[in-house]
């Protein structure tokens, strides 16, 4: 009798708990189950289908951030103007004042200033200190004829919303230097062209952009764990080293639908292979699973259609796949061979040094990321490799492989130079077997590249430049510049025909990077420097041939032809096309066109994204 009790409490006590087991084993499960657009639990045999980070994340950072500013732009030859009233008047005078400067308004009515939009694009993933080139404009009604000769104060760089009033958000940067005018054409295209121009690397970033994996709500429900896997899954193949030379992790899951990340040294110039590598990663597998899909890779890496995700796939395996890249070095198809160079590059396997070098080489439309990955590489052999290449006579390949190194060895003196122009640019000489080539850049880096040694002017040669500065011929083997001030003497150079020795003295004078560009055109225009020589942002096109590749290619197949026989109607045709599609060097659209690229790319983002604002 005295027994009943206890065995009918025991059994509610076990009834109790088995209950509250399946409650939690049901909830359990329930947080694991992916949820299809209607909201609705999954069977678990549907989340096969959810095997890779990829199938449930979206990358998040890889838009251009827009910023801008208003500023004030000096040492202009007359060209200037006094800006009417307007809300950007009133905080270019607030911007003024917060710097000290006495009677702002002076200033701003001088012919010799202008007011000018500063407008800067902080690329994905770019990091505190690092620079950036800030696109120059006038504002709508400005009276200002040319930003000619100009140097931009340091003008403070924010988000900003202009309406009957501006509001302006966190400031991101800081901006400063001389500015970059298109050269004078003697055409109607001036009036429009010399109100515009940019600085290169004149912005300084003051923030770290974000970059990481955003969880798609319709693959799988919003939960810290679905987002704690990931940064699981992703630190367990990755790892990078911070300032105090230790490994760290480069996963953070910051909530329950977003992951950031920090980019890996190997991959710093090409974030986006980093995130399309990272999507590749599967979110569970087993060694068995894992060797299985290595067998199945290694049949897709020796097709050319699948060659390219295999590759990445592969490269996201990481060490055990090395074996499995390397069987596509040796394969007939250029396609294969490429993609495994290329994910070996990545894994730091030097014996794709010499396949990338090759394919660099040869095929314009693989070189652009051959290039990168040589980068990504970083040993001797890529070094190399890249030395190779700059004895070679095609243009984009010959500076594509400069900037290269310069990248990986800043400080090698093949590719160092020297600083001009009050340290807005960079000249190199560089010893090359190759036909002279004087090469130079009108976007991020101020330089000018000289392959060659004793490349020269020919003269007669007579040129005004900007800020009073004159360069001439005095002989077939002497060149004069001359720099003239309002009450200052003379000053004068005479040098050697050489364009080193003439830039050189430009920059003794007191010449800047515009300057300097300005002149060299010129020069080409008056022949005293061949055009074939003169180029302008020869660089490695993703994808395609360059403008110049083009053009070295239809001057081949000219060469070929006998004399007086004609060209074939479907080549003239094809060069008709692509006359229409591409821009010359110096075009009056260039500017514009990357201008509306980089807006068209560019979207606004919550600031919950890129941090709290900074404290005073």
Sequence with gaps: MNQKPNSSRAKTVSFFALAVMIVAVSGGCRAMFHKNPNGKVEDPRERAKYFYIGDVTASFGLDNYEIQGVALVTSLAGTGSDPA?????????????????????????????????????????????????????????????????????????????????????????????????????????DKVMQRRGRILSGGVCQMDRVVGLRVLPDAVRYDRLNTMKIEKVVNRRFQTVGNNGLKETVAKAKDDKFVELYIPSLYKDNLRRFLDVVRCLPLRESEADMMARLIRLQKQLHEPVSAARAAMELEAIGTPAVDTLRTGLDSREIAVRFHAAQALAYLDVDEAAPTLGKIAAEEPSYRYNALMALRALNNLYAEEELKTLMNLPTAETRYGAFRTLTEMRPDDPLV?????????????????????????????????????????????????????????????????????????????????????????????????????????????????????????????????????????????????????????????????QDAAKEREPWSPDGPETELAAQENDSTRQSAWFFGKKKEK
């Design 416 to 576: 160092k130079g020297m600083k001009l122009g009050k340290g807005t640019f960079t000249l190199c000489v560089v010893n090359s077997t190759a036909p002279p080539m004087i090469h130079v850049t009108r976007s991020y880096r101020a330089e000018v590249v000289i392959f060659g040694q004793g490349t020269r002017f020919s003269t007669p040669l007579a040129v005004e430049g900007a800020n009073n500065i004159v360069v001439r011929s005095a002989s077939p083997d002497e060149i004069v510049i001359s720099k003239f001030a309002v009450n200052q003497p003379p000053q004068q150079r005479t040098v050697s025909a050489r364009v080193d020795e003439v830039i050189n003295a430009l920059s003794d004078v007191g010449a800047t990077y515009p300057d300097v560009l300005e002149i060299l055109q010129a020069a080409v225009g008056q022949g005293a420097l061949p055009a074939s020589m003169f180029r302008v942002d020869a660089l490695p096109s993703d994808g395609r041939a360059s403008r110049y590749e083009k053009e070295e290619k239809k001057q081949a197949k000219k060469d070929a032809r006998k004399p007086g026989e004609n060209k074939p109607a479907a080549e003239t045709a094809a060069e008709t």
């Design 85 to 189: 009233p307007s809300v950007l008047r009133d905080q270019l005078l607030k911007e003024m004042s917060s710097r000290d400067t006495r009677h702002p308004n002076t200033y701003l009515a001088s012919p010799n200033t202008s007011m000018v939009i500063a407008t800067g694009y902080l690329k994905p993933g770019i990091k505190k200190g690092e620079h950036f080139d800030i696109l120059v404009t006038l504002p709508e009604m400005s009276e200002t004829t040319s930003l000619r000769g100009g140097y931009m104060l340091k003008a403070t760089l924010s988000d900003y919303l202009v309406t009957n009033r501006v509001m302006k958000g966190w400031d991101r940067a800081q901006a400063a230097g001389p500015v970059l005018v298109e050269p004078r054409t003697g055409t109607d295209k």
